[in-house]
C-alpha cells in the first residue's frame, strides 16, 4: 500500500518528464505539468489553437499569452515544495533510524542503511560501504545514460523515417486516385457508385494514416522528452549527486532505463496502397472500376509504448 510520501511524491511529479514538476501549470482539465514541458509538447501551436490534454485527452485551447498563460497549479506546486522539503530533511539519514547516517547499502535489500541496521537486520546481508557501492551504480548508470544518448539519435531517425514514409504513402494514394480517374473516363456513368466508394475508401486509408502518424508524432515527441529529462537528471546526479543520492536512485534509472529503450525500439511502418485498374474491354463484368488494396503492417510496440505512458499518467 503506497504511503503519504509516496502518494505526494506521485502528484508532485510532471507525467510528460517523470521528474518533480517544475513551475507547475494546470490545464482546464486540473491536470498538473510543467510549463516547460507543455511549452516543448505544444510547439507550433498558436493562441486559439485546440489542443488536448496528455494524460486524459480532454481538449481545451491555447491561451492568448500561449500556454505560460496559462493558470499555476498552486495544489501541485504545493506538494512539490513539500516533497522537495522532505527530500531535504531526509537526506542522508537512514529511513528505520531518522537520526543515524546511512554508512552502507543493502544489495540484497536495495537500499542504503546505517550502521545500526548493519548489525541487527541486514547482518547476514550482502552490504558494502555506501561509496563503493556507489561507484558501482555510478559506473552502469553512466552506460545507461550513453545508451538513452544513442536512443535519442534513433528516435530522431525514426521520426524523419515516418515523415519520409507519410509522404510515399500519400505519393502512392495520389498515383492510384489518377489511374482510378483514368479507368473511370472510359465506363459508364452507372459505374460513378463505384468510384465514389473506392474514393471513399481511399480517403479513409489516408485519414487513418493521418491520425496514427500524428498519434505516433506525439507518442516520439513524448519519449524524446522523457529521455532527454532523463539525460538531464542522470548528469546532475552524477556530477553533484552524493553517493546515498545515486543508491537511491540506481535501481528506479535503471528500471526507466529499460523502458525508455523499449520506447526507441519503436519503428514507423507506413501502409501499403495500390490499384488495380479494371480491364476496360470487359465492361459487362461486374468489376467494372478495379480493386483497391491497402494493408496495413503492425506497428510492433506502438500498444505498448502508449500504454506504458498511459501508466505514467494515472
Not at 256 to 282: C, E
Amino acid at each position: 500500500m503506497a504511503t503519504a510520501a509516496s502518494a505526494t511524491t506521485n502528484l508532485a511529479m510532471c507525467p510528460i518528464c517523470l521528474g518533480i514538476c517544475d513551475n507547475p501549470k494546470s490545464l482546464p482539465c486540473l491536470h498538473g505539468f510543467c510549463l516547460r514541458c507543455l511549452q516543448d509538447l505544444y510547439r507550433g501551436r498558436l493562441p486559439g489553437d485546440r489542443a488536448a490534454c496528455p494524460k486524459c485527452r480532454k481538449e481545451f485551447r491555447i491561451p492568448r499569452d500561449g500556454v505560460g498563460g496559462l493558470q499555476h497549479h498552486f495544489i501541485v506546486q504545493q506538494l512539490v515544495d513539500q516533497e522537495r522539503e522532505r527530500i531535504r530533511l531526509r537526506g542522508a539519514f537512514c529511513d528505520e533510524h531518522q537520526e543515524e547516517h546511512v554508512k552502507f547499502y543493502c544489495h540484497d535489500c536495495m537500499e542504503n542503511i546505517c550502521l545500526m541496521c548493519s548489525a541487527v537486520k541486514h547482518i547476514d546481508h550482502n552490504s558494502c560501504d555506501i561509496s563503493e557501492a556507489a561507484d558501482g551504480f555510478r559506473l552502469a548508470i553512466d552506460e545507461d545514460d550513453r545508451q538513452i544518448l544513442s536512443a535519442i539519435s534513433s528516435v530522431h531517425e525514426q521520426s524523419g523515417l515516418m515523415k519520409q514514409g507519410v509522404t510515399e504513402f500519400l505519393g502512392k494514394v495520389e498515383d492510384a486516385r489518377k489511374k482510378l480517374l483514368a479507368t473511370a473516363d472510359v465506363v459508364k456513368r452507372s459505374v460513378d457508385s463505384q468510384i465514389n466508394d473506392v474514393l471513399t475508401e481511399l480517403q479513409s486509408a489516408t485519414s487513418e494514416c493521418a491520425v496514427q502518424a500524428e498519434s505516433l508524432q506525439d507518442t516520439y515527441q513524448l519519449a524524446l522528452m522523457s529521455m532527454e529529462s532523463f539525460h538531464a537528471r542522470v548528469q546532475e546526479l552524477l556530477a553533484r549527486g552524493r553517493p546515498c543520492d545515486i543508491t537511491r536512485a540506481a535501481c528506479e534509472l535503471r528500471d526507466k532505463t529499460r523502458q525508455l529503450l523499449d520506447i526507441a525500439a519503436v519503428k514507423y511502418r507506413p501502409p501499403h496502397v495500390t490499384f488495380a485498374p479494371a480491364d476496360v474491354t470487359q465492361v459487362k463484368r461486374l468489376s467494372l472500376i478495379g480493386k483497391l488494396t491497402v494493408t496495413t503492417e503492425e506497428q510492433p510496440g506502438v500498444r505498448c509504448l502508449l500504454h506504458l505512458y498511459r501508466q505514467s499518467f494515472l
